[in-house]
Every structure is written in structure tokens, then in C-alpha cells.
């Protein structure tokens, strides 16, 4: 029998069945964006949980959306919330995305950071295995930790052998610091959870798929320090440029900006989420890598494009000193230590789910500051204009 024009397929050509997703982090920056994509284009219903829903709330009021009544948004805290498996049991899948991200707080609050990334997933991997509920877990490309060239010498060709430094879901080892440098906290806690994950499915059956996020760069991402976040915070590196750019001052790049990665446009991983979500007998026992391996650069050749793409879209000139170097104490505290490079295979998720993406790293930036601008920029001249006494 044909199927009607309006029923989605899967990538084997079955009919997609509406689903209810319990999303635990809706209300940051990745679950805003897949909330919309499941609202916008999917039939599928969404338990919203956070404890925030500013980044939602356009998906929640009025009453009167086309997608009204396939979300709802409960206000909790997984820590200490009994609500909790009661909402994973009214669910057919779990998308785990709560964490604390941000390196500046791995090595300056470590114990929130392991607590929060491991201890407090625990209750949803346990609420998902006895209840036989799917689990989409968000990890991290941290877990790679340091790449094998990172221990060759500077000079040593190898380095630029990519066997030696583009990170495999199924072969690369997860390379950490010495334990006095903390801000592999974040690293280690996420690592142990995955292994707990892949044990649970391993000995008791638990459908899981983990996604290591490569940076995923859009709209909504982080906060503005002294704006919609702590004035003292300091936000993930493409947050921190908006802030000295909004502001005029200029971007500090920790250790000359040496470190390598690659950036994803949050529109482009969004989708390979969803192809996930509809695909569970290619997606389940997986663990992907999630970024754009076209879009690398150094953190200083980010800085300069950046400075290029803001002047473009907000019509000023760059500030006369554009970047100052900053060293890594200086700006993150003792403890911290970093990789080298950070470049995902895509051969895994390619084959499983036929996922590549397509933004490039000017037009995502463009995009993104875009958004920055808009929103920002006005309030931010307002609290420059402020005397400083007040």
C-alpha cells in the first residue's frame, strides 16, 4: 500500500510513528534548537523538562501555536526532583542533554562539574534500563581527551599524519592529564557515564546512543557575561569573543590561540539528532561524533574571522589592538591543561545514518553573529554609558 504524501520515512523506508521524547535540558542552547525542529516539522510530542525555559519559551506561548499540546515544559531540578521517573515512564525515549559545559568551570568547580555530569545522569541511565526506555545520551568530544601527536616531538612529521590526531568513536584512546590539573574533571566524569551507559546496554539491554558533540556553534549559545549571565562568567570560547566584540574590546586568546578545533552549525547537528531519533535500528549501540571537519582552525584564525564577520554585520570598524595573548592561569586558574586538536571522523555516522554537514565556518559565524548583534548590542552600549560608580 503507497503511503500517503504527508508520512515521513525512515532511512530504510519505514512509516515514522509519533513518539513522546522526555528532553531533560530543554531549555539550553542544543534543546531550544531541537525543540523547534521537533515542533516545526515532526508530529512528535515533547516533555520539556529544565529549569529554565527563557530559550523555549516562544515554543510554549501563546496557546494558540500550530504545535500546542505536543510540548510541555516541567520546571525541575534532576537532582532532587521524584518526578523524575514518572516522566522518563510516559516517554518513549530519554534525551539527556543537562551538564555543566564551560571549561572555565571545570578546574574552578570541579566537584559541581563531576556531580553534574556524572552522578546526577545516574538516576536517568537507572530509570531508563528498568523501565526499558530508549536513551539518547549527550557526551563530549572532551572524552578524547589529548591526541596521540600531541606526545610526538614538535618537529616529528607524524604529527601531520591524520592517524595520529582525527578521533575515532571506534579506535581512538581517551588520553587524559595528570589529576592536579582538574579540568579534565569534566572529561573523566563524562567518560565514566559512557562507559556506564555502554555496560547497561552490554548486561542489561539498555537502547542507547551517545553523540559527541565537536563545538556546536548558533543562535542562543552560552550568555553574554553582565547581560543574561553572570558578570563575572566566562563563557565557552565563541561566547567570550561575541562579548569583547559587542563590547569593542579586544578578543583574548588563551596561549597565543594555538589549540585546533573544528566548528558545526547548530542547524547542521540538529539535524543528524533527528536522523538519530527516527533511526533507532541504525542509532542504537552507537556512539557518533557529531562537527565539521571542514570548519578547523586554530583559536586565533577563529578570533580574525570573527573580527571580519562582526565588522561586516554590524557595520564598526574592529578595535585598533584586535587580539592580546592571555595566559591559561591568567584566565581559567590553576589546574587547567587543554588538547591540541580536536578533529572528528566522520565515517561512523556518515555510513550509519548518511549524515555530513553543510555550513561552512563563515556562514555559521555570520548567522550566529547576526543574532549576537541583534540582541545584544543596545543593551550592551546602555551598561557601557552607565557611570562607572553604579
Partial sequence: MASSPSTRLDLDGNPIKPITICMIGAGGFIGSHLCEKLMSETPHKVLALDVYNDKIKHLLEPDNLPWAGRIQFHRLNIKHDSRLEGLIKMADLTINLAAICTPADYNTRPLDTIYSNFIDALPVVKYCSENNKRLIHFSTCEVYGKTIGSFLPKDSPLRKDPAYYVLKEDESPCIFGAIDKQRWSYACAKQLIERLIYAEGAENGLEFTIVRPFNWIGPRMDFIPGIDGPSEGVPRVL???????????????????????????????????????????????????????????????????????????????????????????????????????????????NKQLGWNPKTSLWDLLESTLTYQHRTYAEAIKKVIAQPAAS
Avoid at 293 to 313: C, D, F, G, W
Avoid at 322 to 343: L, N, Q, W
Wanted: net charge negative.
Fill in 239 to 349: 561566547a567570550c569573543f561575541s562579548n569583547n566584540l559587542l563590547r569593542g574590546e579586544p578578543l583574548k586568546l588563551v596561549d597565543g590561540g594555538q589549540s585546533q578545533r573544528t566548528f558545526v552549525y547548530i542547524k547542521d547537528a540538529i539535524e543528524a539528532v533527528l536522523l538519530m531519533i527516527e533511526n533507532p535500528a541504525r542509532a542504537n549501540g552507537h556512539i557518533f561524533n557529531v562537527g565539521n571537519p571542514n570548519n578547523e582552525v586554530t583559536v586565533r584564525q577563529l578570533a580574525e574571522i570573527m573580527i571580519q564577520v562582526y565588522s561586516k554585520v554590524s557595520g564598526e570598524q574592529p578595535p585598533e589592538t584586535p587580539t592580546i595573548d592571555v595566559s591559561s592561569k591568567e584566565f581559567y586558574g590553576e589546574g587547567y591543561d587543554d588538547s591540541d586538536k580536536r578533529i572528528p571522523d566522520m565515517t561512523i555516522i
